[in-house]
């Protein structure tokens, strides 16, 4: 069974600074997905980054960016120029890959980092 | 854009009442989800379903269940509700082959008394 850890509850980041937050999983596939999701106070939750595991380079949006270690089993996102409407639950989530393409199976969560952005 | 509603955003239920919460897409998706989320728990997945009339247990299905008799509508009952139940509830829409890319609804803040 996948399992997702997130573990850092909590984290606090200055406006305009950078901020990691950290994930690890653990899966004995070779294929698969991971994702941030991010889900902002009483807002609905959105995707804001993919990375499929064949890919060596780390996937980018704007100012969200991954550190996608494979080997290690860790799958960081990092948050440049952080901005108050970055405050919000992050979770990282796990997907296997499917044998024809696609997903296959359910997306598993880990239990989420509240991320403060301070003015 | 994808828009997935939900009916309440806030419901507050006694023990032992039935209980719907129904989800809408509005984007002709096949697979739809529904997720409780707890805090220090993440979401975790109740039922999915990838076609009318269709559906499969997720991780945690006791004492729930759905219905799908429309492609857009997806609801999750309580049967009997439990103060255990008491969460926020999030549905999803996906397209096939792409559940990786989920869309998900405001959530409803269930409360049971």
């Known amino acids: 069974a996948q399992t997702v850890t997130q573990s850092q509850p909590e984290m606090s980041v200055q406006e305009a600074e950078t901020v990691t937050l950290s994930c690890t999983y653990d899966?004995?596939?070779?294929?698969?997905?991971l994702f941030w999701y991010k889900q902002p106070p009483s807002r609905q939750m959105i995707l804001v980054i993919r990375?499929?595991?064949?890919?060596?380079q780390n996937a980018t949006e704007n100012r969200f960016s991954v550190n996608f270690q494979k080997a290690a089993k860790s799958f960081s996102l990092k948050i440049s120029d952080s901005q108050l409407g970055d405050t919000a639950m992050y979770f990282c989530?796990?997907?296997?890959?499917?044998?024809?393409?696609?997903?296959?199976?359910?997306?598993?969560f880990g239990k989420g980092t509240k991320l403060s952005v301070k003015p | 854009d994808v828009k997935v509603t939900q009916s309440s955003r806030y419901l507050v239920k006694r023990t032992g009442e039935k209980v719907f919460l129904e989800c809408v897409q509005d984007?002709?998706?096949?697979?739809m989800f529904w997720y409780r989320q707890d805090p220090g728990l993440g979401l975790r997945l109740i039922y999915f379903?990838?076609?009318?009339?269709?559906?499969e247990k997720g991780d945690i299905p006791e004492g729930y269940s759905v219905s799908r008799e429309k492609k857009e509508r997806f609801s999750l009952i309580l049967e009997s509700a439990s103060t255990n139940q008491t969460s926020m509830y999030l549905c999803?829409?996906?397209?096939?082959?792409?559940?990786?890319?989920?869309?998900f609804g405001p959530g409803t803040r269930l409360t049971v008394t």
């Open positions: 999803a829409s996906s397209l096939p082959g792409q559940e990786y890319e989920q869309y």
């Open positions: 899966t004995s596939e070779n294929n698969y997905y």
């Open positions: 990375q499929e595991a064949y890919k060596q």
């Open positions: 989530a796990f997907m296997k890959h499917g044998e024809y393409g696609g997903s296959q199976g359910n997306l598993i």
């Open positions: 984007m002709d998706h096949e697979n």
């Open positions: 379903s990838y076609d009318v009339k269709m559906k």
